[in-house]
């Protein structure tokens, strides 16, 4: 994919992982002082230096599950306002996983617990954040 001034432009990304009719999904953790604690959440996270949403996306992957996805299976991306700063903008992006890779998966220290969650389940999670659930809807309903 390439680079061009909207892609530069941006504090964040994440990615619906997916598998069948499910994503991956973690728990956050419940500290008062994070953004959406204790609700369910998908993988990603804020960009480091100059990263590409995609290398944002992937290494938060890596961080959060050691899954290491080469950025050849993103194959769905969308720019939106960031959901806490809408002044600024995020990306929402789509892989699909194996379940081989489900099985490999090693969760990192952030978040409870992670699970694969059907699509519907997670869109009408009442503890699922609901800027991903709008995000997961609009590359469903493509």
């Given amino acids: 994919m390439l680079a061009n001034a909207q892609n530069l432009d941006f504090s964040g990304a994440k990615i619906a992982l997916i598998c069948g009719g499910s994503v991956l999904t973690y728990r956050r953790d419940n500290k008062a002082n994070i953004p959406y604690p204790n609700q369910w959440d998908l993988a990603g996270g804020g960009r480091e230096d100059t990263e590409t949403p995609e290398q944002c996306a ?59 969650m059907a699509f519907q389940e997670f869109l009408h999670h009442p503890n699922a954040v609901a800027p991903l659930q709008e995000r997961l809807r609009h590359f469903l309903m493509r």
């Fill in 58 to 116: 992937l290494r938060e992957t890596y961080e959060e599950f050691g899954l290491i996805i080469d950025v050849s299976r993103v194959f769905w991306k969308r720019r939106y306002p960031h959901a806490l700063n809408p002044a600024e903008g995020a990306f929402f992006m789509v892989a699909e996983i194996t379940e081989a890779e489900i099985d490999g998966i090693s969760f990192g220290d952030e978040g409870q617990c992670w699970k694969m």
